[in-house]
Nanobody
Framework: QVQLVESGGGLVQTGGSLRLSCAAS????????MEWYRQARGKQRELVAG???????NSADAVKGRFTISRDNAKNTVHLQMNSLKPEDTAVYYC??????????????WGQGTQVSVSS
């Protein structure tokens, strides 16, 4: 079993910054992909950014140049630095990790979500 603990959400004004963190713990051999998703009220959950174990990243066009994803493999933690926040960034942000067991199986786990609210 894997536990994910998210932190860093909150209320910020337009143009402000927040840093989200997600720490994974539990029984696994390694972590493959670490990702951030978000879900605004009344909308589908969407991928914000992802980072592979080797460090390659991808991000949604809507956040390119403003959000940066990073990971600390030693601490099994992924971060999302969010700058120049806009009201449309308001959503619940979820981390998702793909872990690899000692037998080589992959499983995905979701965090509990953290609210990010950007006021205009």
């Amino acid at each position: 079993q894997v536990q994910l603990v998210e932190s860093g959400g909150g209320l910020v004004q337009t143009g402000g910054s927040l840093r989200l963190s997600c720490a994974a713990s539990g029984s696994f051999s390694s972590i493959n992909v670490m990702e951030w998703y978000r879900q605004a009220r009344g909308k589908q959950r969407e991928l914000v950014a992802g980072i592979a174990s080797g460090g390659s990243t991808n991000s949604a066009d809507a956040v390119k140049g403003r959000f940066t994803i990073s990971r600390d493999n030693a601490k099994n933690t992924v971060h999302l630095q969010m700058n120049s926040l806009k009201p449309e960034d308001t959503a619940v942000y979820y981390c998702r990790v793909t872990v690899v067991t000692d037998r080589g199986y992959e499983y995905q786990y979701w965090g509990q979500g953290t609210q990010v609210s950007v006021s205009s």
